[in-house]
């Protein structure tokens, strides 16, 4: 193992985003946020984009999030996109500034999230943030989530300036939400 003290240096580019396969295995090794000697895995879905239809897995581990993860397209709204993980042993972990948000969704339609932990730390303030960025959401459903350890809430739906409104007819389905708000 090489260690090199200082601050400021280029980074080293490795790999080639022309060549990455969805479904390849990727490593990202480091110490961030200052956990030490860390190493993640994870699964390439879309190289390029996230698009209708698609699933995301989240393998079984605790995923350090230090931004919020936004769920999106840049041009519409997102029909039946799922991000599943293996139960509650795979983990999105808060290692962001207080009062954070972990999973935006912003504009889909008929999506799936299911069997996976959102975890604020004590620290974050909303668990989902639905904004959906004048793109109407409807029927997204959450299956086997566990929620917890968050500021303000486990779910938080806003209204948009578009139409007034946010979200119809999402479903929570043997979820749990533990400390979420005062």
């Not at 090794?29 to 989240?58: C, E």
């Not at 997102?78 to 991000?83: A, F, I, N, P, Y």
Request: glycine share 12%.
């Amino acid at each position: 193992v090489l260690q090199i003290g200082g601050e400021g240096f280029n980074t080293l580019p490795v790999g080639d985003p022309d060549y990455d396969v969805g479904g390849a295995t990727v490593y990202a090794i480091g110490s961030p946020l200052g956990l030490q000697n860390t190493i993640s895995a994870g699964i390439i879905s879309n190289p390029h984009r996230l698009d209708d239809g698609m699933t995301v897995y989240v393998p079984r581990g605790t995923y350090a999030v230090s931004s919020t993860l936004v769920l999106r397209h840049p041009r519409k709204r997102l029909l039946g996109v799922s991000l599943v993980g293996d139960g509650v042993d795979s983990v999105f972990l808060w290692k962001g500034p207080a009062f954070g948000r972990v999973i935006r969704l912003a504009g889909l339609a008929h999506s799936r999230f299911v069997d996976f932990a959102v975890d604020g730390a004590g620290v974050a303030a909303i668990g989902f943030w639905s904004d959906t960025e004048n793109k109407f959401q409807t029927q997204d459903r959450f299956l086997r989530l566990c929620v917890r350890n968050f500021r303000r809430a486990g779910f938080y739906s806003e209204r948009n300036d578009f139409d007034g409104t946010s979200d119809s007819e999402p479903t929570f389905e043997s979820c749990v939400f533990e400390k979420c708000g005062s």
